[in-house]
């Protein structure tokens, strides 16, 4: 998104729509299938599909996952992915559109995950947390968006509370510092990552974000100094 927005708001979505553990028991319910679905079509949406046709398929993807939403307004986690799925339409978005078109996604997406939270918000091993304080730092504050970096903070301690062996609970909450250019107090949440063991059934997420995780580090020790 070409918004001014910190260290490049296009890049940033990026990063969020690399996230989250799976919901569990991905056969307990049609629900929870429904979501697993969604999981995988995101990932061949995100990693597998040329850059110049990415904002198609995300926008295929979003009409998926908000048609889900619909039928199941009492469940958190089709809340929760549609609001990802948004981010990564946000993300996939070039040209004039993006000047238009990509807050207006994040604001639905804030919307939705605010109705999870008030839902279950341990759902997804609270990841509303960790999706709401990237939210909330990621984007620009007034006048252009809601960004607001003391509720980032909130929300990313919440779900370091709830999940504090969580790979995105750290990631995030060690990019958060680094925004901050808070770099020593990054490091641990960075480390973290990168020693974690793989998220069980996610290789690909799981290499991705502790090559992210590393590449931050590396940067954070260098600032620190």
């Known amino acids: 998104m070409e918004l001014n927005m910190k260290r490049g708001f296009m890049a940033a979505l990026i990063a969020v729509l690399m996230m989250f553990v799976p919901i569990g028991s991905a056969s307990a319910d049609e629900v929870a299938d429904a979501v697993s ?10 990693y597998k599909t040329a850059d110049g046709d990415k904002e198609a398929a995300f926008k295929a993807l979003v009409d998926k996952a908000a048609a889900l939403s619909a039928a199941n307004s009492n469940r958190a986690e089709p809340k929760i992915w549609e609001a990802i799925i948004r981010a990564g339409y946000a993300g996939a978005m070039g040209g004039l559109s993006s000047m238009t078109n990509a807050m207006p996604q994040m604001e639905k997406g804030l919307e939705l995950l605010l109705a999870a939270e008030k839902i279950d918000a341990t759902a997804m091993n609270g990841s509303v947390y960790t999706t709401l304080g990237s939210f909330y730092y990621m984007t620009p504050g007034w006048p252009i968006g809601f960004g607001d970096t003391d509720k980032a903070k909130t929300y990313l301690d919440k779900a370091i509370e709830v999940a504090p062996e969580d790979m ?27 020693n974690l063991p793989d998220v069980e059934g996610r290789p690909v997420y799981s290499q991705g974000r502790k090559a992210e995780a590393a590449a931050r580090l ?3 020790k260098k600032k620190a100094k």
């Open 218 to 220: 590396a940067i954070a």
């Open 37 to 46: 679905a969604l999981q995988t079509e995101w990932g061949v949406a995100n």
């Open 168 to 194: 995105d609970a750290n990631y995030f909450s060690g990019d958060f510092w680094m925004e901050e250019k808070k770099y020593k107090k990054a490091i641990p949440y960075l480390e973290k990552v990168v």
